[in-house]
């Protein structure tokens, strides 16, 4: 058993999120190689200004995505930031025809109070498929930010 027992009324400090329904094609693909993901590729999905209470407190990250492309990819980036700081991608069984759900999580110690903007860019086809959207606009993409205090 741990001695580093908190309160967990106040483990977590923060919490914010974005939601977005809205069908998009990307255009194009964020290349499945060995190159980091970067700001040009893909298309912009949702994005999040957050600004920390604390600079040793944890940051969680947690984005989704329902869509579709041979392989789709997601990818986070902070600001104005090239590089991405966290990507992952699917083989979509059904190629652009079967949307399939992505999900990605992340955090850091963000050292820092100021606020960043985290935007979440995916390739091809989100919340629907190559024919359009789906389920009527209640498909979502979203990314939900999680401050958790840090009592260590």
Known sequence: MSNNSV???NFVV?????????????????????TTP??????????LAFAPKNTTNV????NGVTGCSVILTTALFTDDNADSICAKASFCFGGND?????????????????????????????NGDVAG????????AYMFIWEFYAWV
Do not use: H, M
Request: charged share 20%.
């Open 14 to 34: 923060n919490l914010d999120y974005s939601i977005s329904t809205t069908y998009t094609d990307a255009g194009g693909d964020i290349p499945l190689d060995n």
């Open 7 to 9: 309160n967990s009324s």
């Open 133 to 140: 959207r789906k389920y009527g606009g209640v498909c979502n």
């Open 38 to 47: 970067q700001k040009t590729e893909g298309a912009e999905i949702t994005t």
């Open 98 to 126: 079967e949307p399939i759900n992505l999900n990605f999580k992340y955090g850091y110690i963000p050292g820092s109070t100021s606020s960043v903007t985290y935007k979440l860019r995916a390739s091809r086809y989100i």
């Open 59 to 62: 940051l969680y990250i947690e």
